[in-house]
């Protein structure tokens, strides 16, 4: 997937998604622009400076970082991006994270593009798929499981909240061999071949 692909999501609507552009600036500012603080936690960076997202898209460099974004026409809904480390011994594990609009919650759009990222992951020769995971968030944990991550362990309070709380992370790995593995024995299942 290195053009863009349209994908249905529950609602009906249909969304765009493909690997960010430098074109992109305007309406990555404004999708962080809306994200409620509680998801801006997720983000490393503080992306409410538009020097922040400037950065980004002037320094693209999809062998260290692939950001795919899902469009609502012009509108930036889901961002997600791949990291890759090029030398040492995790240099065949992609790291995952992801945020979704709340507007556009609970329709599938994360399991899609993380569908998506898998898909892309086997492309470029990765084996392991990595995120890290909020253990409460019910809908974190589904959507990975939706792509084939598998719990791996649970690393009890290790990251802060807004309030200062500390919050449990788990680690939630995607072996992309196996992912291809059992969707072609489901296919073959469904197909009775
Ligand atoms: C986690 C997140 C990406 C999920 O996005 P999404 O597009 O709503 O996910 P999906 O629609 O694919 O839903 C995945 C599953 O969770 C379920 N789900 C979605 N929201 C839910 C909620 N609030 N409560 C319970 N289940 C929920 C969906 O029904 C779906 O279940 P199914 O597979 O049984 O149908 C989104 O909530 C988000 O941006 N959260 C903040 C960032 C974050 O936590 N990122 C993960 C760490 S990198």
Known sequence: MFGSKEIIIRSGKRLIIRPMRK????????????????LL?????????PQVIKEWVDHLNYERVLPI?????DKIVADVTLHR???????????VRIVVDPAYHGQGLATAIL????????EFGLEKLWAEVP???????KAFKNAGFRC????EGLVKDLRGNNVDILIMVCDIEQ????KWLRKKESTGA
């Open 115 to 122: 569908n998506e990222l898998v898909e892309l992951g086997a």
């Open 179 to 182: 992912y291809y593995d059992s």
């Open 69 to 73: 974004v899902a469009l609502d026409n």
């Open 23 to 38: 074109e992109d600036e305007k309406a990555l500012f404004e999708f962080f622009s809306r994200l409620p603080n509680d």
């Open 135 to 141: 253990l409460d968030s019910i809908a974190a944990v």
């Open 85 to 95: 480390i090029p030398y040492g011994w995790k240099r065949h594990i992609g790291q």
């Open 152 to 155: 791996k362990a649970v690393v």
């Open 41 to 49: 936690i997720f983000i490393r960076h503080n992306v409410r400076d």
